[in-house]
């Protein structure tokens, strides 16, 4: 097991273009996260997958972003014409979802985002 | 809805001194948990300690310890014996009881360790 992986750790691109992310939550996570993190800020939450199913997005993620997880393992998060207030920290989570009294999320290292 | 408040930006401690890192909460809900993650510089979150809230009993880990106080919405961390290695940004979370298990975090607090 070695645990949640992001790729690419590192993103710079120029407005307008389409970044793709991809997270690889710990083997058998049936539920998998994605949040935002900016600069001296918490990680605000995006959305939510249990298995396949995208069960929960947030205010924040615009019609600009798009998050699959087509499988029920790795999952993608697509943002679409970046804009400069894209830029930040994408973290993606995975957690056993086997009891909610237990359910711990494990984070990945993140994918730092920068729009030119 | 909720909100976790980290309202202290910054703390320093000496190295094996004690410091205590404060967070509060509001929630209408009477059934939740709360949580202390851990974020190195440039290197991944990490849970540090979680606290039910239906639990009187303060939640306890090695050096690391939380003074939970329900009824004032306060959940503060304390590290005991700091270790050079404890320096990072410490962020208070909230869960709710429900089957969307997302986190609500505070803005986070950076902690420097002193040798």
Redesign the interface.
Known sequence: DT??SQDPRHKITKRGQNVTFRCDPISEHN?L?W?RQTL??????LT?F?NEAQ??KSRLLSDRFSAERPKGSFSTLEIQRTEQGDSAMY?CAS?S?LA??T????????TRLTVL | AQTVTQSQPEMSVQEAETVTLSCTYDTSESDYYLFWYKQPPSRQMILVIRQEAYKQQNATENRFSVNFQKAAKSFSLKISDSQLGDAAMYFCAYRTTGANSKLTFGKGITLSVRP
């Open positions: 645990g949640v539920r996260y949040y001296g800020q918490g990680p605000e939450f939510y249990q069960l929960e973290l957690s979802g909610v009294s359910d711990t999320q494990y984070f990945g290292p993140g």
